[in-house]
């Protein structure tokens, strides 16, 4: 469900590489995700409606734990989907989606999830994935080594799947913010494969600024989410960095400017990861808005799991329809292409704020998926 790491950082003592760190844990309604993915887009959404998680909720130590499932998983085959090795008692991440936020990740994971029903996993924006990549973040203590440890715990116990019941492809996809940490997840799981998705940047934009979308000016106290720490202290380092190098302070941007600013962090810290090892062995890929969702199963799962069959794509083609969101009234309705409102309505202010810090990023991600596709012919 969660994690919670100590607030005195994150340290290595002999053989324990980490300690401190509390797991919570309850029992979730997995086939509410098989049933339609759509109407449980976020893992927040899968656990609201899993009945019994209240009732089941527990807490215990994660390094205690982990240890114990791996004792445990060397004794028995009980679980995992995959052939049984010692300390193998999991299904090993099938990939992990990044994104640049408002760009379709949802639509990506719904349709991974419709892929193979009973025998795919995808959780969305679960909260421990994000918090162990962010765990040496706020200035606490912490030690390389522990933390590519609690990674690899928490990726190990969300893929332990009962053999009998399910399991076979795990699929998770990060929140935005995450990607800002995928040195800290490379460097834990290098062999995983990751997607970052991303959208033209004025689409990105407004989809933040929904008055400018609705054709109205900008509230004087906005609410995007990309504003989240608009004029605060302690910036990201990276963002400190894109905002001096344009010749600007942080507190000179205008709200649109700092979106701005803040989401080129996203996109340079999946280029800038990708570039440190352009010809690793590691399936990687910068998937394009506009590609959705056909490249998924033309493309990304034939190359993570083999061949889809066609009633496979019809499946996820029928569940690309809807709503990728769908909750509430929105349940169960079809989606309708907005980009060509959204380009139209965006004011010079957004399209200024793109010229001077999305473009660059968005020019990289487009050569680099081509240079990709060329490379495996697809």
Same mark, same amino acid.
């Given at each position: ?14 053989? =324990? ?10 029992? !979730?309604? +997995? ?9 449980? $887009? ?10 019994? @998680? ?8 994660? *390094? ?7 004792d445990y ?11 049984? %090795? ?40 679960? &909260? ?11 200035? %606490? !203590? @912490? ?49 995983t494969p *990751? !997607? ?25 106290? &906005? =609410? ?30 205008? &709200?649109?400017?700092? @979106? ?8 340079? /810290? ?14 990687? +890929? ?10 998924? +199963?033309?493309?990304?799962? $034939?190359?993570?799991?083999g061949p ?35 380009? /139209? ?15 660059? /990023? ?17």
């Open positions: 469900m969660d994690i919670r790491i100590p607030k005195t950082g994150l340290l290595s003592d002999g053989d =324990q590489k980490y300690s401190g760190v509390e797991a919570r844990f309850c029992h !979730i309604s +997995w086939q509410l995700q098989q049933q339609d993915p759509s109407k449980v $887009p976020m893992f927040r959404d899968l656990q609201d409606q899993s009945t019994l @998680c209240t009732s089941t909720m527990y807490s215990v130590d994660l *390094w205690d734990v982990a240890r114990k499932a791996s998983d060397d004794r028995t085959h009980e679980f995992a989907a995959t052939t049984p %090795r010692p300390g193998q008692g999991a299904v090993k991440p099938t990939a992990v989606v990044f994104h640049q936020t408002r760009c379709g990740s949802t639509l990506i994971a719904n349709v991974l999830a419709a892929f193979n029903p009973e025998k795919s996993r995808v959780y969305t924006e679960s &909260p421990p994935p994000v918090a162990a990549l962010k765990a040496c973040d706020y200035d %606490r !203590i @912490c030690d390389e080594g522990a933390q590519e440890a609690l990674i690899q715990d928490v990726f190990y116990l969300m893929g332990r799947v009962h053999e009998h019941k399910a399991g076979k492809f795990v699929f998770y996809k990060i929140q935005s913010v995450g990607v800002q940490n995928i040195n800290a997840f490379t460097r834990a799981m290098p062999d *990751w !997607i970052f998705a991303y959208r033209d940047s004025v689409e990105i934009m407004m989809s933040h600024f929904k008055n400018y979308q609705a054709g109205k000016e900008l509230d004087a106290n &906005p =609410q995007a989410v990309c504003l989240r720490n608009y004029k605060k202290p302690n910036q990201p380092a990276l963002l400190s960095r894109l905002v001096s190098e344009k010749g600007r302070t942080l507190e000179s941007l205008n &709200p649109e400017e700092y @979106c701005a600013a803040h989401l080129a962090t996203l996109a340079e /810290s999946a280029v800038r990861e990708y570039q440190l090892d352009p010809h690793s062995k590691t399936k990687r +890929w910068f998937l394009n808005y506009k590609d959705l969702p056909f490249k998924v +199963w033309e493309q990304i799962l $034939p190359a993570l799991v889809v069959r066609e009633s496979q794509i019809n499946h996820m083609h029928h569940i690309s329809k809807s709503y990728s969101k769908g909750r509430g009234p929105k349940a169960g309705m079809h989606f309708h292409e907005d980009s060509t409102v959204k380009q /139209s309505r965006a004011p010079e202010s957004v399209k200024a704020a793109v010229s001077l810090f999305l473009d660059p /990023s968005f020019q990289t991600m487009e050569k680099l998926r081509k240079h990709i596709e060329t490379r495996r012919g697809g």
